[in-house]
């Protein structure tokens, strides 16, 4: 593909692509690499047919859901910023109530790229991760699901590499050049954050990740919506609206998947439900734990210099900074955080910068549980004495304070003996996977869906159930 294939009227956005022409020139060396990036790695078996997808065309009301059919190599990725404030002001940090920089700074400059490129690499990993799913997908419905997750993931890597490619100059442009090079789970070339290497080969793996995964990059993209550096956070911003779909993707398909487990209980009064065509309740318990506890290490360590600097800066906030608190500097605020010396849980008080990574995860932590709550009033529906629950934010970390010990999911000091014993009851088992993997079978009949799983509540942009999603 040659640079003048680049067709800029056919790219929606709002910060002057048509006029900008070092952004263009930028772009004919991008697109095509990014195209040549999604027919390898987008979903595999589906890149030619029509889907049901919804494009943003403009950031207004009426124009950021655009319901129609599209083939996803075709698809508009656009590239868009939330509306500006008025003079908007640092709204945190040691430079709190000058404006906004509207150019990256100079001293920030190398740490702002580095949160840009971190938050951007996992946008191509998810898709990757992704690719092989619509094979044996449960329903029409959640295959078009599936894909307008990924469109939208391959957006959000477009905000991402705009910002490099408009502020950081050749080193930006270089950044996304290798956002398109490294691959999920490659052993030379992995993607920068280890959950984002994790592969998913089941939907059940696929409704976890949209919503413990993903529901990290709410937070993520939360605290950098705050950032002085604005075109970040207008991109931030934006991106929000978009990732909300992407949440509920997750959170409704556990609640169809614990739905059906449920009638099946129910039905053949037992608990052992595998023999019926539906998941344990013991084992979707299993997938939580693996999947959230993999999320919960995305927000790195509990204490950390590296996110008090990014504070300190105006970089990265905290999640509903300027919304939620009263008081912005957090410069003689502190934090009471678990210590662990010589396998030794005590209490210790850490400076509230420093904290800016644990105070962030247990806004995570919060959110998550809304979703736990519920699928347990599914179970009460049902009748059925059984909850599912977050397992401590201490259990299976690899990444942190805790990861230098063994907790259960009670959050409770255990030992190596003790954690091999009870593994397989906390984590899903070989035997548990390969089980979930025999009910992946593809269903593309129009209104038919798989037996292991409920139909949604209702179809999408107030289609039917039985409406052709995909055209196959």
């Avoid at 996992?122 to 469109?151: H, I, M």
């Amino acid at each position: 593909m040659v640079a003048s294939a680049v067709e800029y009227d056919k790219i929606p956005n709002n910060v002057h692509l048509s006029s900008d022409r070092r952004l263009q020139r930028a772009l004919e060396q991008w697109q095509p690499k990014y195209l040549e990036w999604w027919k390898e790695m987008g979903p595999q078996g589906f890149q030619e047919k029509d889907v049901y997808l919804r494009t943003a065309i403009s950031v207004d009301t009426n124009g950021w859901a655009n319901y129609d059919y599209v083939s996803m190599p075709d698809y508009r990725w656009g590239i868009f910023l939330a509306p500006p404030e008025a003079n908007r002001v640092i709204p945190f940090g040691d430079a709190m109530g000058q404006p906004v920089w509207m150019e990256a700074p100079g001293e920030h400059r190398n740490a702002l790229r580095r949160l840009i490129v971190t938050q951007a690499d996992t946008e191509p990993a998810s898709v990757e991760q992704q690719k092989l799913l619509g094979q044996t997908c449960p329903s029409l419905y959640d295959l078009r699901n599936l894909f307008q997750v990924n469109v939208e993931e391959g957006r959000h890597l477009w905000a991402m590499v705009y910002l490099l490619q408009s502020y950081f100059g050749r080193d930006g442009r270089e950044e996304a050049e290798i956002l398109l090079e490294r691959r999920s789970g490659n052993q030379d070339k992995p993607r920068i954050l280890t959950t984002f290497n994790e592969p998913i080969s089941d939907w059940l793996s696929f409704f976890m990740f949209a919503c413990f995964t993903d529901r990290d990059g709410k937070f993520q993209l939360l605290a950098l919506s705050e950032s002085g550096f604005d075109p970040l956070s207008r991109t931030c911003r934006f991106m929000l609206t978009e990732e909300a779909h992407h949440l509920f993707v997750g959170q409704s398909g556990i609640q169809r998947v614990i739905q059906r487990s449920a009638e099946l209980m129910n039905q053949h009064n037992t608990d052992d439900i595998w023999q019926f065509g539906g998941v344990p309740l013991t084992v979707i318990q299993k997938y939580i734990n693996f999947w959230y506890s993999n999320s919960v290490d995305l927000f790195g360590n509990e204490q950390s210099t590296n996110a008090a600097n990014y504070f300190a800066s105006g970089l990265k906030g905290r999640a509903y900074e300027t919304k939620y608190y009263t008081e912005h500097s957090a410069q003689n605020g502190s934090f009471t955080l678990d210590k662990l010396e010589n396998n030794i849980l005590s209490t210790s008080e850490i400076s509230l910068r420093n904290a800016m990574n644990e105070i962030l995860r247990d806004e995570y932590i919060a959110d998550a549980q809304k979703c736990v709550d519920k699928w347990n009033l599914e179970l009460q529906r049902h009748h059925l004495d059984f909850h599912v629950k977050l397992p401590s934010k201490r259990f299976n970390r690899k990444v942190g304070m805790y990861s230098a010990a063994l907790f259960c999911p009670e959050g409770k000091l255990t030992t190596q003996e003790n954690w091999q014993k009870n593994q397989d009851n906390w984590l899903p088992t070989v035997q548990d996977k390969a089980k979930v993997q025999e009910f992946m079978q593809q269903v593309v009949t129009p209104g038919k869906i798989a037996g292991w799983i409920a139909p949604p509540r209702k179809g999408i942009n107030g289609q039917p159930l039985d409406f052709t999603y995909v055209q196959l």
